[in-house]
């Protein structure tokens, strides 16, 4: 566990302000993390320097990162980091951190007018690190598949950690699975390698081999699997939308045999996972984070990304999409928005943890700039403006950055993805969805 649970809701309450003011409205905050705090004249919130530049600053930072075992950016096989680039711990979440990674650095080098092709070299090394170093023996229910966890002191990994290790040495998370195969197939519509094509789906095979009926209580794949017996824990499972990416794009691509699946899949997010009950015990938006083993643990990461997707496709997904993706918005706020001054409203992570960490803020900002772009309403232009100036401030003058965005518990590094590599794509998404927020984000 991250942090102790008693200890997580005295540090929300005191964040919100409710143990030191009531229900007062919190003052203006003279700093925010590495930077002296900015406002415009009634109050909001201001950058301390424009998105493009802080995402060059922090972009150019992880650049500059030592090239470690055997030939790949420390950062590429290490999630804990501090600001000398040196981790202090040996686990490691492959499909998250390199999987959104390779999104990031792909949106970030479209975004960029691919002028530079450092981005695109680096998404692809991180491809080969998930490929050639991050799976399963190719023995069992999931053979050759990306892992969730690993120990990085085995290079090419070799057993589980984190939450997985409480299982068994060769646990898998199938939902990691598809993050890890959906950037597998951007890496070849970036690049055209066959290779990449056929990573994404051997992955996709894996996964309908391995699917199963869903319904209210049952996902179609449980959240934790040993790859070798087939042996499972935890029936339900919020992070399917990943799946459902890799099933379309390959199907737009010509590979009809994921059509039925994907026509199930998308039947049981619809009609069960949509639908479900907001509570804990009937929620379907839990179990994404490796670390927690709480079989209710409700977290903010899986409706924010399901209305990602819907955003992006609209009508082509469904007729009802913006429906959808304003529940979806909801549900994340309704449990786990924090009001902080000048008009931010930040993101929690999980039942288990509400700190705002990076990558559930920023994944806010991005998604309500995609839903206010696509006709969600000015609320929605304000809830990413004035979130994404906030976390532009855990974005040191160098580049380097803090995996928590509040005021209290922040550090130069820690988790990587809530670093850098969950982060930087929000802010691509906001950037190009609302052009206006480009060369300044007031």
Not at 420 to 427: A, Q, R, S
């Amino acid at each position: 566990m991250r942090f102790p649970h008693w200890m997580v809701v005295v540090i929300f309450l005191v964040l919100t302000g409710l143990l030191s003011n009531g229900c007062k409205e919190q003052p203006l905050l003279k700093k925010i993390g590495f930077h002296k705090a900015v406002y415009d004249k009634s109050g909001r919130l201001l950058p301390w320097t424009t998105w493009e530049d802080a995402m060059k600053r922090e972009m150019n930072w992880y650049f500059k990162a030592p090239i470690g075992k055997p030939r790949f950016p420390v950062y590429f096989y290490s999630t804990f980091l501090d600001s000398a680039y040196q981790a202090y711990k040996t686990d490691f979440i492959p499909c998250t951190q390199l999987g959104m990674g390779i999104l990031s650095y792909l949106k970030y080098w479209e975004y960029s007018g691919k002028n530079d092709s450092l981005p695109l070299k680096y998404a692809t090394q991180m491809g080969v690190v998930l490929a050639d170093y991050s799976t399963t023996s190719n023995a069992g229910f999931y053979a050759d598949f990306p892992r969730s966890t690993g120990n990085n002191e085995d290079f090419p990994l070799a057993k589980s950690a984190q939450g997985d290790a409480k299982y068994g040495t060769q646990v898998i998370e199938p939902d990691k699975g598809g993050i890890a195969g959906y950037a597998y197939l951007q890496l070849y519509k970036s690049t055209r390698r066959a290779i990449w094509g056929e990573k994404a789906q051997e992955v996709a095979r894996v996964l309908a081999e391995n699917m199963r009926t869903g319904d209210k209580s049952h996902a179609p794949w449980p959240f934790r699997v040993d790859a070798i017996t087939g042996q499972h824990w935890g029936e339900r499972n919020g992070n399917m939308v990943y799946i459902l990416r890799l099933w379309d794009g390959l199907t737009e691509l010509g590979s009809a045999e994921f059509v039925a699946p994907r026509a199930k899949l998308w039947h049981w997010i619809k009609e069960y996972q949509l639908d479900a009950s907001g509570s804990r015990s009937g929620s379907l938006w839990i179990q994404f984070f490796e670390d927690m083993t709480e079989e209710d643990n409700r977290n903010s990461w899986t409706p924010l990304e399901m209305a990602r997707y819907l955003i992006e496709k609209k009508e082509k997904l469904d007729p009802d999409w913006k429906d959808m993706a304003k529940d979806c918005i909801d549900f994340a706020m309704k449990n786990f928005s924090i009001k902080m001054p000048g008009g931010v409203t930040l993101m929690g992570e999980q039942d288990s943890d509400l700190r705002p960490w990076g990558g559930a803020c920023s994944k806010l900002g991005g998604v309500a700039a995609l839903f206010y772009a696509a006709g969600g309403g000015d609320r929605y232009r304000e809830i990413a403006l004035r979130n994404l100036n906030w976390v532009t401030y855990f974005i040191d003058s160098d580049g380097g950055p803090a995996a928590m965005c509040d005021t209290m518990a922040w550090r130069k590094g820690s988790w990587q993805e809530d670093c850098h590599t969950d982060v930087v794509h929000n802010f691509m998404d906001a950037l190009q969805a609302v052009p206006e927020f480009r060369s300044s984000s007031k």
